[in-house]
């Protein structure tokens, strides 16, 4: 079964560069989540869209901006990066009315 | 605000050994979901189960069980006969709205070491 797809996998930037994170959710899912993880942490959540709208904002920083686009694939850039953005984003998806969450494997940025 | 509380940052135990993972939660919803997934150290992160606040039956799936306790606000996870390939960290989640939302709030994680 087709599952979360994220890209890239991995990515290394350079501080004060900018990246951004692709986010393909499963078929017919309507809703998309952004979580960060950073070393030894547990995932903390960013944002959310449902139906390309935003519908719900955690910890982003202004720095980081996301967007779900008419095929519901989501994108989440990040500019003027940090050493402290290192980490493991997770990109999960699922349909509005259920209730469990689909993740991606994630994708590891490394800011030098 | 909802909070989850793994308690147990590591814990290391030998194959075939049981392993009990403690996860405790806050919550001012009656309604609400809990989760766990396991994050292999490959890194994704994997979902094993679901289940709501109306539904306190304990459940078993192969060498998993759930240990749903509303009283003691708990949701603890089983495995019986441990294998290296359990190893991993297993996060315990929560999230307050069904349906809409399912925004999760993890737990700080329990990384579990079995050794063969």
């Known amino acids: 079964a087709a599952g979360v797809i994220q890209s890239p996998r991995h990515l290394i930037k350079e501080k004060r560069e900018t990246a951004t994170l692709k986010c393909y959710p499963i078929?017919?899912?309507?809703?998309v989540y952004w979580y960060q993880q950073g070393p030894g942490q547990d995932p903390q959540f960013l944002i959310s869209?449902?139906?390309?709208?935003?519908?719900d904002k955690g910890s982003i920083p202004d720095r980081f901006s996301a967007q779900q686009f008419s095929d519901y694939h989501s994108e989440l850039n990040m500019s003027s990066l940090e050493l402290g953005d290192s980490a493991l984003y997770f990109c999960?998806?699922?349909?509005?009315?259920?209730?469990?969450?689909?993740f991606g494997e994630g994708s590891r940025l490394t800011v030098l | 605000a909802q909070k989850v509380t793994q308690a147990q940052t590591e814990i290391s135990v030998v194959e075939k050994e049981d392993v009990t993972l403690d996860c405790v939660y806050e919550?001012?919803?009656?309604?609400?979901?809990l989760f766990w997934y396991k994050q292999p150290p490959s890194g994704e992160l994997v979902f094993l189960i679901r289940?709501?606040?109306?539904?306190?039956q304990n459940e078993i799936s192969g060498r998993y069980s759930w240990n749903f306790q509303k009283s003691t606000s708990s949701f603890n996870f089983t495995i019986t006969a441990s294998q290296v390939v359990d190893s991993a960290v297993y996060f315990c989640?929560?999230?307050?709205?069904?349906?809409?939302?399912?925004?999760?709030?993890f737990g700080g994680g329990t990384r579990l070491m079995v050794k063969p």
């Open positions: 289940r709501n606040s109306f539904d306190e």
């Open positions: 999960a998806s699922t349909r509005w009315e259920a209730g469990e969450l689909f």
């Open positions: 078929p017919r899912h309507d809703t």
């Open positions: 989640a929560l999230s307050e709205e069904q349906g809409a939302g399912n925004m999760l709030t």
């Open positions: 919550t001012r919803d009656t309604t609400y979901y």
């Open positions: 869209f449902y139906e390309k709208m935003q519908s």
